[in-house]
């Protein structure tokens, strides 16, 4: 079946505009995270999206940074007003509690590499 | 606040030899992760322990799990050039919720 799938797999955009990131998660997964990763660096916890509950925010770093999800499907990850910090990679990744399976085990996206200019 | 951390954080190390990464973490948790990273690469998960003294085996790495001392390991044995890649440890809190925390991660390097 279909992996995590995200879009687009790089971006270069300029200091101060506007981005939007998705993420297609694996149909069926109530559970959706979004990560960065600068480089050579480890994760880093931004947002995560379980079912209808209302989604943990606590990594979010500034009000710049926003995410959506409909229902249990795709998310997008918005940056506004893009600083040079803000280049990373963005990673997502969805996991299933729901399904019977007691490990939760997260299945990433292969990322998408944010260029700041 | 949960905590993980590896070490060390970066290991190289000849083939054929054995050697361990060490996993800590600061409070109660009830799953623990391993995942492999290549570089320009996502994830992919190795290892999932449930339960203390948890014990899992694939290939040349075996994970295991302490729970008392909040402590798992990976270990290498007999490593190979293809081992190379940065491994991560992370952890769900006990409390229920969905989040994970990941640790440092450790960039393995073996060297033919």
């Known amino acids: 079946g279909a992996g995590v799938s995200q879009s687009p797999s790089n971006k270069v955009t300029e200091k101060g505009k506007d981005v939007e990131l998705r993420c297609d998660p694996i149909?069926?997964?109530?559970?959706l995270y979004w990560y960065r990763q600068r480089l050579g660096q480890g994760l880093e916890f931004l947002i995560y999206?379980?079912?209808?509950?209302?989604?943990?925010k606590s990594g979010l770093p500034s009000d710049r940074f926003s995410a959506e999800r409909t229902g249990e499907s795709v998310s997008t990850l918005t940056i506004q007003r893009t600083q040079q910090e803000d280049s990373a990679v963005y990673l997502c990744?969805?996991?299933?509690?729901?399904?019977?399976?007691?490990?939760?085990?997260?299945?990433f996206g292969p990322g998408t590499r944010l260029t700041v200019t | 606040e949960l905590k993980v951390e590896q070490n060390p954080l970066f290991l190289s190390m000849q083939e054929g030899k054995n050697y361990t990464i060490y996993c800590n973490y600061s409070t109660t948790s009830d799953r623990l992760y391993w995942y492999r990273q290549d570089p320009g690469k996502s994830l992919e998960s190795l290892f999932v322990?449930?339960?203390?003294?948890a014990v899992k085996q694939e290939g040349r790495l075996m994970a295991s799990l302490d729970t008392k001392a909040r402590l798992s390991t990976l270990h290498i044995t007999a490593a190979v050039h293809d081992l190379s890649a940065t491994y991560f440890c992370?952890?769900?809190?006990?409390?229920?919720?969905?989040?994970?925390?990941f640790g440092t991660g450790t960039r393995l390097k073996v060297l033919a």
């Open positions: 322990l449930l339960s203390n003294g």
């Open positions: 149909s069926g997964h109530t559970a």
């Open positions: 999206f379980q079912g209808n509950s209302a989604p943990d």
């Open positions: 990744a969805s996991s299933s509690p729901r399904k019977g399976r007691s490990s939760y085990e997260q299945y």
């Open positions: 992370a952890v769900t809190s006990s409390s229920g919720t969905y989040k994970y925390i």
